[in-house]
């Protein structure tokens, strides 16, 4: 038949169908799908689809009744079960299926899977979309995006559909969540967005993460041109966007990929390696060449065309582990006997190099729920290559803890300090994220034990303790205000919450926190290594206390963390310190402003020539309940002047390390499991001077 011309002028070639069959055509959008075009002098669609096994496909619409055997595609000589056929006088938003005829006879009505655009769900068909035209704003964005290693990255997950709805129940469309969304965000001091799944899916309540259609944007909220409307208006306002991806696993809809021409297609053909029997769904054949075309393609796609900054991947686990949440006769070893699925393990290493071949910049993190090494290692030197690894072990574990009555906490205390040990074993998110809220786990406000004002008091303790901790943030919507009712996935957040005082302060104080972060380097300068963090005290479990410091590349931006998990507050909490001189408060969580009681250090503090934690000097520091204090050493004036006028005037509402480096982080971190000298008890402070003198250790950076 000739070479097809197809949209952005880009033929049908052999080479692009040679590189598919190969798994390396990462651009494969451009070939596959329905294509506005204009052939022989007259405009069309052509429509282009891989279904090796099939007897026969054709274009079903209405305009034929939906019977596609009259309007046939060719079959591509030599192509490997590539189809194709031009017709003419038909446009954007016509309906579609590829009616295919299996060797067995049955009729399969499929939606494309390279669709740009598809029907509202409960309806399945394709439509014919456009990806082309959109005029973008956002090219100051893209000339400064840098690394994100040493620089704030504080991310709002949001699932579009339920962050806020209309008077009437309706959803926002993409462009009008442009004009609520993204002023609330910058207003709160988010660096970044984190959409849930917006890959076409036909379940509400999957949330996204069962996708039918890997290159559509999904219609609830408009077309593919109304989110990159979205997107580029996040970006002229300097705010990144995310996208949750989810390459691991795919609907069983009969209109999907599930046995696409008849036979087990994009799916494995043995059924223990297909079937995710919790889920109820398929997971993709990652050892097939055309199947890592079409993933791969799919990522760079929402980079390419709507200009995402990157892909946090759902369920990394899932495709690692071949026996995951599966019983034992659900499951076979690999030929070594083992866990690994090695198709997996070898198509996500491809995947980072190839997203990070064409955006070095981005943002590749993984949802991985297990110890598995060198996640964020790179591809070439043994890793899975990402550059961001969800911290799921520091999320259980401080929810674990904060979840506990505080008479508790004390027995509990590792639970604080023992996620430092592996805090540099990889670059890390720490996630507050959607699955922590949900299915009767709580919100995180109901998960604070106490009364009304501690669950406040907790909350704000919590996203303070996730601020100062080493590793980019995330929080899911609601966290912010104190969503009370864990999130509902069928109604928006509770806005009328925010009719009450707690509620407002604790979003004020959510806000003022969030540009706390991106003004104070030591939070996130030296995010991914030792240099940035240095234990104060690790030990004082008996009153719930952590203390501990984060350091930016200058010795100013030091910043001196105090942190109280206990309802008790103490007017002589010392610390120990390195220097002379004065210390400023730049930070409580005790203001009343945010709901505290104003327990404050007003004045500046003065170091005592005293030694204290191994340190040669130490401040006394009035520590509220349920707290968090930070300090700055004064001396620059302008630092000064700012903490003074703190209280009074509200804020608006590291590369890549190699597995040698990262076990020199391993040695690193055994330093702080080291458990300082035993302290006397104490009703004001944490350790006398007499214990300290007996060889208190100083904890954290390794010499």
């Not at 760079?300 to 026996?323: E, P, Q």
């Not at 020199?664 to 009703?683: E, I, M, R, Y």
Request: charged share 25%; with cysteine.
């Amino acid at each position: 038949m000739g070479k097809a011309r197809m949209a952005g002028s880009q033929p049908l070639s052999q080479e692009d169908i040679y590189l598919f069959h190969e798994g390396n055509f990462f651009h494969s959008y451009r070939m596959f799908g329905a294509h506005p075009t204009t052939e022989g002098g007259q405009e069309g669609v052509r429509f282009t689809v891989w279904a090796p096994n099939a007897a026969a496909v054709g274009i079903a619409m209405d305009r034929n009744s939906w019977e596609g055997s009259l309007n046939p595609m060719e079959s591509i000589a030599e192509s490997g079960g590539i189809w194709s056929l031009f017709i003419e006088g038909i446009g954007h938003g016509e309906l579609y299926k590829y009616d295919i005829r299996s060797v067995t006879g049955e009729r399969l009505l499929k939606a494309d899977p390279y669709g740009v655009y598809a029907e509202v769900r409960p309806h399945t068909a394709s439509r014919v979309g456009s990806i082309e035209g959109y005029v973008w704003g956002d090219q100051a964005w893209k000339r400064k995006r840098k690394a994100p290693y040493a620089k704030p990255v504080n991310i709002y997950e949001i699932q579009l559909g339920t962050w806020k709805q209309k008077e009437d129940g309706t959803f926002y469309t993409y462009r009008e969540l442009a004009d609520v969304l993204i002023p609330y965000v910058k207003e709160m001091g988010y660096t970044h967005l984190e959409f849930m799944p917006l890959t076409e899916y036909p379940y509400d309540l999957s949330w996204g993460y069962q996708a039918t259609g890997y290159f559509a944007p999904t219609s609830r909220y408009g077309e593919a041109k109304d989110l990159m409307y979205l997107i580029d208006r996040c970006h002229q306002a300097d705010i990144g966007v995310l996208l949750d991806w989810v390459p691991g696993h795919f609907a069983k809809d009969a209109h999907g990929l599930r046995q696409f021409d008849g036979t087990p297609q994009y799916e494995y053909a043995d059924p223990m390696l297909a079937e995710k029997p919790g889920w109820g769904t398929l997971s993709f054949d990652f050892g097939k060449p055309e199947v890592q075309s079409f993933l791969i393609s799919s990522a760079l796609y929402w980079m390419d065309v709507f200009h995402f900054d990157g892909l946090r991947i759902d369920a990394v686990t899932s495709m690692l582990r071949l026996d995951f949440e599966k019983k034992p006769h659900q499951w076979a070893p690999n030929a070594q006997g083992g866990v690994e699925n090695y198709d997996a393990i070898h198509f996500l290493q491809k995947l980072n190099k190839t997203i990070f071949g064409y955006y070095p910049n981005a943002i590749m993190a993984a949802e991985e729920s297990s110890a598995w090494p060198l996640v964020t290692s790179p591809a070439h030197e043994g890793g899975l290559g990402f550059n961001y690894k969800w911290n799921m072990g520091w999320m259980n574990d401080t929810l674990k803890y904060v979840e506990a009555g505080f008479e508790t906490r004390p027995s509990l205390h590792n639970l604080l300090t023992f996620p430092l040990v592996y805090a540099h074993s990889e670059n890390y998110v720490l996630p507050l994220s959607h699955d922590e809220v949900v299915h009767g786990k709580k919100s995180l406000l109901d998960k604070m034990p106490g009364l009304y004002e501690e669950k406040f008091a907790g909350l704000r303790l919590l996203l303070g303790y996730q601020i100062t901790h080493p590793g980019k943030k995330l929080l899911f919507m609601g966290g912010e205000f104190g969503q009370f009712i864990e999130w509902r996935d069928e109604e928006p957040l509770d806005w009328i919450l925010l009719d009450y005082e707690a509620h407002r302060k604790m979003q004020a104080y959510t806000a003022a926190l969030n540009h706390f972060y991106l003004e104070e380097k030591a939070l996130w300068e030296i995010d991914h290594d030792w240099d940035g963090y240095d234990w104060i005290s690790a030990s004082d479990e008996n009153q719930s206390v952590i203390t501990f410091m984060r350091k930016g590349k200058k010795t100013g931006d030091t910043l001196y963390i105090l942190i109280n998990f206990q309802p008790v507050g103490y007017d002589d909490y010392r610390i120990g310190v390195d220097k002379s001189g004065g210390y400023k408060e730049v930070f409580n969580s005790d203001e009343t402003r945010f709901g505290g009681e104003g327990r404050l250090n007003g004045d500046v503090l003065r170091a005592v020539k005293e030694s204290w934690h191994g340190r040669d000097y130490h401040l006394s520091v009035k520590l509220p309940p349920l707290g968090i204090v930070i300090l700055k050493k004064s001396g620059r004036l302008a630092d000064t002047l700012k903490a003074a006028v703190r209280s009074e005037k509200a804020e608006p509402a590291p590369k890549r390390k190699s597995p040698a480096k990262k076990e020199a982080d391993g040695s690193k971190a055994a330093a702080v499991k080291k458990a300082p000298a035993k302290k006397k008890a104490s009703s004001k402070s944490e350790e006398s001077p007499a214990a300290d003198e007996k060889g208190t250790e100083r904890k954290g950076k390794a010499k």
